[in-house]
C-alpha cells in the first residue's frame, strides 16, 4: 500500500487516489466521532504508518506525538475504535473517522466518554467552560 | 478578554477557565460542524485573535495557513458560519463549532456543502476515494 504519490491540485481534490498531504512532522489531522451519534470524542494525528495500519486492520492507529510513538487506541484499555467509515477533505490533510468504540467506550485519558466534554460560553464578556459530561 | 492564561495540567483539564495551547505557530485546531446534523463541514485552525473575534461576535473567524492572514468565513462568498455552540477539549488544543452556515450552504472552496466529500475505501489492499456528495 503505497500512500505517498504525489498527485496536482485538481486530481488531489477530484481524483479517487487516496494522497495525504502529510505536514512538515509527517502527520495529517484525524478527527474521530462516535458513528452512532456523531459526537466528536477526540482529534488526533496520523504519520504513514498509523494510516496504514488503520486501512488494513479497521481498527484505528494514531502517531502520539507526546509519547512520540505509534499508538493503537485502545491497547491498554481495551477500548479500541473500530472504523466503521472514513473520509478525506479537499486537499487530503485531514481524515474524519466515524468509529465504534469497544470495551467501556470511553476515549478521553479523563475517563470521559468524549474528549470535549466542557463547552465555551460568555460570561459578558469573558468566556467559561461549562462541563456537559 | 485573555486567552494566554498559563495553567496548569489540573486546572486546563477539569476547570473552567478557558485557556488555549496554541501550538508553535500560534495555532489551535477547529473542527467545524454542522449543528443541524453533525456533518462535518470542515477543519481550520484559531490564532487568538480568530478565536476571539468568534467569541465576540458569534461568527467564526480562522487563520488562513496558506494565504497567512486572519480569515471571516464567508466574507466573499456570503456562507458565514454563525457558531450555535463550541466545545474544547481535555487539553484545550482543539476547538469542536457547530455551526449554522449563511447562504446557500456551502464551505468547501470546491462549491460543495462540506470539505469530506470523499470516503477512503480499499479495493482489495489499496485504498480508493469513492465520491459522497
Same mark, same amino acid.
Given at each position: 500500500?503505497?500512500?505517498?504519490?504525489?498527485?496536482?491540485?485538481?486530481?488531489?481534490?477530484?481524483?479517487?487516489?487516496?494522497?495525504?498531504?502529510?505536514?512538515?512532522n509527517?502527520? +495529517?489531522?484525524?478527527? /474521530?466521532?462516535?458513528?452512532? &451519534?456523531?459526537?466528536l $470524542?477526540? =482529534?488526533?494525528?496520523?504519520?504513514?504508518?498509523?494510516?496504514?495500519?488503520t486501512?488494513?486492520?479497521?481498527?484505528?492507529?494514531?502517531?502520539?506525538?507526546?509519547?512520540r510513538?505509534?499508538?493503537?487506541?485502545?491497547?491498554?484499555?481495551?477500548?479500541?475504535?473500530?472504523? +466503521?467509515?472514513?473520509? /478525506?477533505?479537499?486537499?487530503? &490533510?485531514?481524515?474524519? $473517522?466515524? =468509529?465504534e468504540?469497544?470495551?467501556?467506550?470511553?476515549?478521553?485519558?479523563?475517563?470521559?466518554?468524549?474528549?470535549?466534554?466542557?463547552?465555551?460560553?460568555?460570561?459578558?464578556?469573558?468566556?467559561?467552560?461549562?462541563?456537559?459530561?
Amino acid at each position: 500500500m503505497n500512500l505517498t504519490s504525489k498527485l496536482d491540485k485538481n486530481a488531489r481534490e477530484e481524483g479517487t487516489v487516496l494522497a495525504p498531504r502529510f505536514d512538515a512532522n509527517g502527520l +495529517v489531522t484525524a478527527v /474521530v466521532a462516535d458513528a452512532g &451519534d456523531g459526537t466528536l $470524542l477526540m =482529534v488526533a494525528h496520523m504519520n504513514e504508518e498509523a494510516l496504514r495500519l488503520t486501512l488494513e486492520t479497521g481498527i484505528a492507529h494514531y502517531w502520539s506525538r507526546s509519547r512520540r510513538t505509534l499508538w493503537k487506541k485502545g491497547e491498554t484499555s481495551g477500548n479500541f475504535q473500530h472504523v +466503521v467509515e472514513m473520509h /478525506v477533505d479537499c486537499d487530503q &490533510d485531514a481524515l474524519w $473517522l466515524k =468509529v465504534e468504540v469497544a470495551g467501556d467506550g470511553v476515549t478521553c485519558h479523563t475517563g470521559r466518554r468524549s474528549c470535549f466534554y466542557r463547552a465555551v460560553e460568555t460570561n459578558g464578556t469573558e468566556p467559561v467552560l461549562r462541563f456537559t459530561e
